[in-house]
């Protein structure tokens, strides 16, 4: 079975810092790993994923992710938060080689970003 | 419609009551996904249409729930004899990629559908 872990309930940042939200995964094959953001009474919104290729992906509003085969992981870094940044975070994995092609979702991660 | 679209945003129904949610995937979009999310946690996969064929229900918690998606558009998610465990809120989401052992699209959602159980 694939899973995926948020060790971190709730990240805190002062606006102006760099700001990392942590995401590991466990599959058999190859991952396909992706990052949402959810705002207040909102649905989730896709940032990024990672499929193949390089292993730091950019997407959107300045976040970017590295892909690291060896320690399974799918961090969520950004180099200056800002507080409307502030949400929850939910990194994801599909993998179709061999777990599952449905997306599986870690509990999230609520990122507050301090004025 | 330009996103995905769920309806009833909230709904409060009576332990017992059979309830009806609606959702309306983006114009196209081959595959349609229900989970439920609880407060706190993430979302937890419920079942997966390719078009109006179920491909996948394992996610659904017991034989009260059921999904159907007859033109391979609009998606129902129906709970029969609510209880109050059901209360949670209910995600929709849709993605272009259709072929299952390949895909790797992301999913677009709803914003939800909230059922609360008394």
């Known amino acids: 079975a694939q899973s995926v872990a948020q060790p971190e309930d709730q990240v805190n940042v002062a606006e102006g810092n760099p700001l990392t939200v942590k995401c590991t995964y466990s599959v058999s094959g190859n991952p396909y790993l992706f990052w949402y953001v959810q705002y207040p009474n909102r649905g989730l919104q896709f940032l990024l994923k990672?499929?193949?290729?390089?292993?730091l992906v950019k997407g959107s509003y300045g976040f970017e992710a590295e892909f690291n085969k060896s320690q399974t992981s799918f961090h969520l870094k950004k180099p200056s938060a800002l507080v409307s940044d502030s949400a929850l975070y939910f990194c994801a994995v599909r993998a179709p080689s061999g777990g599952s092609y449905i997306p599986t979702f870690g509990r999230g991660t609520s990122l507050i970003v301090h004025p | 419609g330009a996103g995905v679209s769920q309806s009833p945003r909230y709904k409060v129904t009576k332990r017992g009551q059979d309830v009806a949610l609606r959702c309306d995937p983006i114009?196209?979009?081959?595959?349609l996904y229900w989970y439920r999310q609880a407060l706190g946690q993430g979302p937890e996969f419920l079942t997966y249409f390719n078009y109006e064929a179920q491909q996948d229900k394992s996610g659904l918690p017991n034989d009260r729930f059921s999904a159907e998606r007859p033109e391979g558009s609009i998606s129902t998610l129906t709970i029969q004899r609510t209880e109050q465990r059901d209360s949670a809120m209910y995600r929709c989401?849709?993605?272009?990629?259709?072929?299952?052992?390949?895909?790797?699209?992301?999913?677009?959602f709803g914003e939800g559908s909230r059922l609360t159980v008394l």
């Open positions: 990672y499929i193949t290729g390089d292993n």
């Open positions: 989401a849709s993605s272009s990629s259709g072929v299952g052992a390949l895909t790797t699209g992301e999913l677009f």
């Open positions: 114009s196209g979009h081959v595959s």
